[in-house]
């Protein structure tokens, strides 16, 4: 992964042919003290690990695709979790050869030939914490005392 361009937490990223995109991320926002941030792209990838969440067993239904697509949408943010791990939350919306469209959230993401993400960070700290009744770790505010 490249920074094609950074202004003021603003950054255009550039993933290449084999970069896998959710540790990518989650590195660069460690490595720049990111907290908070929200984020978007495109491309092209040939691996994907995505999920569908069934709020019924509070359980994610992964499936493993190996197939060339279109990244058509990338849509998520960056938060930190009540342990302080980097939490990169994303979504995606692909297109096939036949131009039949799925998606779901994004676990792992491999890149095909081109892959775009513009991130743009902001100060301050999203936090999550584990949610009993859905079973998710869901954005929420910040403990007394903590930084916001």
Not at 29 to 48: D, M, P, T
Not at 52 to 81: A, F, H
Request: glycine share 12%.
């Amino acid at each position: 992964m490249k920074v094609i361009h950074a202004h003021e937490g603003f950054y255009t990223l550039n993933f290449e042919r084999g970069d896998e995109v959710m540790t990518g991320l989650a590195a660069f926002a460690q490595e720049n003290g990111i907290r908070a941030a929200h984020l978007g792209g495109l491309g092209a990838a040939a691996h994907l690990v995505l999920a569908y969440y069934n709020l019924d067993t509070k359980e994610y239904e992964r499936q493993v695709l190996d197939e060339n697509v279109e990244i058509l949408s990338l849509q998520g943010n960056i938060g930190v979790k009540e342990s302080g791990e980097t939490v990169v939350h994303l979504h995606g919306t692909f297109g096939r050869r036949d131009l039949s469209v799925f998606g779901g959230h994004v676990f792992e993401l491999v890149i095909s030939g081109a892959g775009e993400v513009h991130l743009a960070s902001f100060p301050g700290t999203v936090n999550r914490a584990y949610d009993e009744a859905t079973g998710l770790t869901l954005m929420c505010p910040a403990a007394p005392g903590a930084e916001l």
